[in-house]
């Protein structure tokens, strides 16, 4: 099946500072979306972006579905953005979500 | 906001007790789905529901048992749990399932469950 690897797993910045996430997956994908998970377990969806760059405010994210690779940019980050930032694949033959492990990222004032 | 609620927030249970989970989303999707996470662990799917059937069962133990009454609402009645079914319990849904474009999935805030 597909495998979904992403870095770093830990992430600890200062606010204002700008991150970069990355998602790497192993074959060709009908979709990949970005979640973030808050401290108190909420799933917000960031992105769904099988191809291309998004842009919503502080965030953007790029997928070049042709080398197996996406990555989320946080710029100017505020405390509000600490969490976990799962990356998932749909495979396409069987149509299911694939996840990454995650990154964990810790802003501190 | 969510578009996807669920209830309750915490379920504290015991191993002989029967309880359930519900969901409910306004967004017109044709797919919802029951999803597990334990701590630092990414979701794991346990039931994908499209047009109000039963479309994956990730073999999940039959003390789970899954029920749709209807296109809004998803339900995941509890029975005998086990310890080790502590978890953070996700409803999600989908425009749709099974095609090249699903489209995004979107969370419930969780039901936290523990298991006594």
């Known amino acids: 099946g597909i495998q979904v690897e992403q870095s770093p797993p830990d992430l600890i910045l200062q606010e204002g500072a700008n991150s970069t996430l990355r998602c790497n997956f192993s074959?060709?994908?009908?979709?990949l979306q970005w979640f973030h998970q808050n401290p108190w377990g909420q799933l917000i969806n960031l992105f769904y972006?099988?191809?291309?760059?998004k842009q919503n405010g502080r965030l953007s994210a790029t997928t070049v579905a042709t080398e197996r690779y996406s990555l989320l940019y946080i710029s100017s980050s505020q405390t509000t953005d600490s969490g976990v930032y799962f990356c998932?694949?749909?495979?396409?033959?069987?149509?299911?979500?694939?996840w990454g492990a995650g990154t964990k990222l810790i802003i501190k004032p | 906001d969510t578009e996807v609620t669920q209830t309750p927030k915490h379920l504290v249970m015991g191993m002989t007790n029967k309880k359930s989970l519900k969901c409910e989303q306004h967004?017109?999707?044709?797919?919802m789905y029951w999803y597990k996470q334990k701590a630092k662990k990414p979701p794991e799917l346990m039931f994908v529901?499209?047009?109000?059937?039963?479309?994956i069962n990730e073999s999940v133990p039959s003390r789970f048992s899954p029920e749709c009454p209807n296109s809004s609402l998803l339900n995941l009645h509890l029975h005998a749990l086990q310890p080790e079914d502590s978890a953070l319990y996700l409803c999600?849904?989908?425009?749709?399932?099974?095609?090249?474009?699903?489209?995004?999935?979107?969370f419930g805030e969780g039901s936290r469950l523990t298991v006594l």
């Open positions: 999600a849904s989908s425009q749709d399932w099974a095609t090249p474009d699903t489209g995004e999935l979107f």
């Open positions: 967004m017109g999707h044709r797919a």
């Open positions: 529901y499209s047009y109000e059937k039963l479309s």
């Open positions: 074959d060709s994908v009908n979709n």
């Open positions: 972006i099988p191809s291309g760059t």
């Open positions: 998932a694949v749909e495979g396409r033959s069987n149509y299911q979500l694939i």
